[in-house]
């Protein structure tokens, strides 16, 4: 069950991100993105909030029922962005979101079988980085967020991470004291 909500959940993500950041932000700028503040004075394009738990979903969607449903959510995340985002903005995503998520999968799949969280946070900065460096440059002409956007992304894996350890420290048998 916990897999098909993920699943759910990570497919939601992306066209939730990309009305986020056409609609709602402290600051909204012309022909641009609405932003958020991440810390330290950096600012982000308020999607940030939705990506940096993809990354993290997406683990866990490959975790429970396989590559081949992460890859699927992959491509019905993308193509739902198109019906809440401007075509160049849905174009810039999906571009992103496709890149970063099989360079995500790609680190995640041999780490996770030894390391879990290890695996989810190295596939998730991969991932992070990617996906920003090549949302910004697509979507806006420009890389100027993109501190902001890394740094706002891995709060949200920080804490979607956070709940995954809860979860696999809630599945795992503790040992009992003799």
């Keep these: 069950m916990l ?6 959940g990570f497919v939601a993500t992306i066209p939730a991100a990309n ?3 056409g609609n709602l932000g402290t600051t909204c700028v012309p022909n641009g993105p609405c932003l958020i503040p991440v810390g330290f004075g950096l600012m ?6 939705m990506i940096g738990l993809a990354l993290v979903l997406r ?18 995340g993308a193509a739902l962005s198109w019906a809440v985002a401007a075509p160049a903005l849905a174009l ?14 790609a680190v995640y799949t041999p780490l996770a079988r030894k390391r879990l969280i290890a695996a989810v946070w ?27 956007l890394v740094l706002g992304k891995m709060w949200m894996v920080a804490l979607a991470t956070l709940v995954l350890w809860l979860i696999r420290r ?7 004291a003799a």
């Excluded at 982000?44 to 909030?49: F, M, T």
């Excluded at 683990?59 to 019905?76: E, K, M, P, T, Y």
């Excluded at 810039?92 to 999968?105: H, W």
């Excluded at 920003?132 to 902001?148: D, E, I, K, R």
């Design 44 to 49: 982000a394009p308020s999607g940030v909030l």
């Design 92 to 105: 810039a995503s999906a571009c992103a979101f496709l890149f970063s998520e099989l360079a995500d999968t």
């Design 170 to 176: 809630r599945e795992t048998p503790t040992a009992t």
């Design 122 to 148: 190295a596939s998730s900065l991969v991932g992070t980085v990617i996906d920003s460096t090549l949302f910004l440059w697509l979507a806006f002409g420009s890389v100027q967020l993109l501190p902001g």
């Design 19 to 21: 009305w986020l950041i």
């Design 59 to 76: 683990d866990l969607v490959q975790r429970r029922l396989g590559l081949v449903w992460s890859l699927a959510g992959i491509v019905a």
């Design 3 to 8: 897999g098909y909500l993920a699943l759910a």
